[in-house]
């Protein structure tokens, strides 16, 4: 089974609403990375948050960490069209190797 | 651009056929993971190499293999292929950080 889950799949908002995601893991982690990803591309890199961080800002992004929950969430203030994407969370687990495993993804469609 | 690149950007094959996937990792980087994502589907974790050594398997099928070589680029080779195994699929690298990169992946579609 995925270790994150994003919460809600699918997701559709105007042009200038803030657009809130969750993800939901299973075990201790060591970070947690936001991906997005447009239509049949590659994946990007959004933002990585440590496990000894609880929130972090990159622009119009917003991530929380909340480790004893095991959640975090991704919120995009003053959405625009462009913003339009599949939104993946990722965790790696804490101790021993690197194995980086994705959730299933939000569909966020921001309509202009 | 990530710095991660894949070859080739699209692949068209009939079932039964055998392919051969390939990955160069960003300068430096010593993980290699690959991904599988089907249609409208979240990605599927297949493997991760570190340098040279599988180090996680995930749900790979065993008609699949992959490898990592000493100059760390890596093949992942699908076999017998099926209808199913249509999908994109990806590769990425990382390093400490664990910041994870992605190529632009390549599209298999199997006739």
């Known amino acids: 089974s995925q270790q994150g889950e994003e919460d809600p799949q699918a997701l559709s908002i105007q042009e200038g609403e803030n657009a809130t995601m969750n993800c939901s893991y299973k075990?201790?982690?060591?970070?947690l990375q936001w991906y997005r990803q447009n239509s049949g591309r590659g994946l990007v890199h959004l933002i990585l948050?440590?496990?000894?961080?609880r929130e972090k800002h990159s622009g119009r992004l917003r991530v929380t960490l909340d480790t004893s929950k095991k959640s975090s969430s991704l919120l995009i203030t003053a959405s625009r069209a462009a913003d339009t994407a599949s939104y993946f969370c990722?965790?790696?687990?804490?101790?021993?190797?690197?194995?980086?495993?994705f959730g299933t993804g939000t569909k966020l469609q921001v309509i202009p | 651009d990530s710095g991660v690149t894949q070859t080739p950007k699209h692949l068209i094959t009939a079932t039964g056929q055998r392919v051969t996937l390939r990955c160069s990792p960003r300068?430096?980087?010593?993980?290699v993971y690959w991904y599988q994502q089907s249609l409208d589907q979240g990605l599927q974790f297949l493997i991760q190499?570190?340098?040279?050594?599988?180090?996680a398997k995930g749900n790979i099928l065993e008609r699949f293999s992959a490898q990592q070589f000493p100059d760390l680029h890596s093949e992942l080779n699908l076999s017998s292929l099926e209808l199913g195994d249509s999908a994109l699929y990806f590769c990425?690298?990382?390093?400490?950080?664990?910041?994870?990169?992605f190529g632009p992946g390549t599209r298999l579609t199997v006739l």
């Open positions: 190499y570190y340098n040279g050594e599988e180090r």
């Open positions: 075990t201790s982690i060591n970070n």
């Open positions: 948050i440590r496990s000894n961080e």
């Open positions: 300068s430096g980087d010593l993980s």
């Open positions: 990425a690298s990382s390093v400490a950080d664990q910041r994870v990169y």
């Open positions: 990722a965790t790696a687990p804490s101790g021993g190797y690197q194995k980086v495993t």
